[in-house]
């Protein structure tokens, strides 16, 4: 078993880092939240006193912080000087492909070798261990960094070089958050036409409409199967971390001169739902301003 560093113990990684424990690993664990320090070490973590400490005689460093300006910081300021230049690092957190490029950069430069993971999946995943990573960076930076994404996922898949995995997953959430505001859009219509939403559900999964966010992820109560809609839109992925992964997707299409114009509005959308959701919601509640009437 390794010695590992585990940088950002959030939501998210606090789940992540008691599964790496669990599995029979040494987690150094470091956050600037002395509350989540204390749950890392319930759970079988050894709290580091900064970063930089955590990382000491490791042989992987896992983040999971929010932005990707916490990454850039961290790596530079705590992480590149105080590990092993044979660690693997690995970043999990969703940031801008750019950054993401140039931290790894940044590590090859110093003789490091780094991917970068973001996750599929949100809080239940990360508890559970069944989080998908994909992942950017060599095959053989990939090899080593799968032997411990697998304690805490069910999939880890190869994206491509350095930056692929954020590349992967705003894309990907891009097409979701697409595809739920048309799914909210054409259940709400259906209603409005007379049709019993389980009937238009029944067909509609069957036949060419058919989606992940109608299929699995029905947005409005009592159709299909159970999902945050029918627990008043509380759990699953928050509105706001939807807006960030959309914003993030912007921020690439315009590097790279994209048109997007399907994920542009769906960036408007999410961005006037968010500013005016006080209840932090689920970003299938998102139906509930479509299904108000027009006049
Ligand atoms: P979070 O805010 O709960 O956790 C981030 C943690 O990082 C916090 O505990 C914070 O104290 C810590 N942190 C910030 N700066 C630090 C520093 N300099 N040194 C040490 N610790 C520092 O966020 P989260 O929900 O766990 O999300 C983490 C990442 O995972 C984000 O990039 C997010 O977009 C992504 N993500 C989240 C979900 C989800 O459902 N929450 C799903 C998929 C991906």
New binding site residues.
Partial sequence: MARIAF???????GGMAANLAKAGHDVRA????AD?LDKAKAAGCLPADS?AAACEGVEAVVT????GK?VE??YADSIFDAVPKTAILID????DVATAKRVAEAAAAKGLTMVDA??????GAANAGTLTFMVGGSAAAFERAEAFLSDMGKAVIHAGANGSGQSVKICNNMLLGATMIATCEAMVLAQKLGLDPQKFYDIASVSSGSCWSLNTYAPMPGVGPQSPADNDYQGG??AA?ML??LRLAMEAAGSVDAETPMGAKATALYEAFVAADVGNHDFSGIIRTLATSKT
Avoid: Q, R, W
């Fill in positions: 940088i950002g113990l959030g939501n998210m990684g470091f956050d600037l939240s989540a970063a999971m912080l929010p932005a916490h910081g961290v999990c957190s969703t940031i973001p996750v599929s999946g949100g809080i992925f928050a971390l960030k992964d």
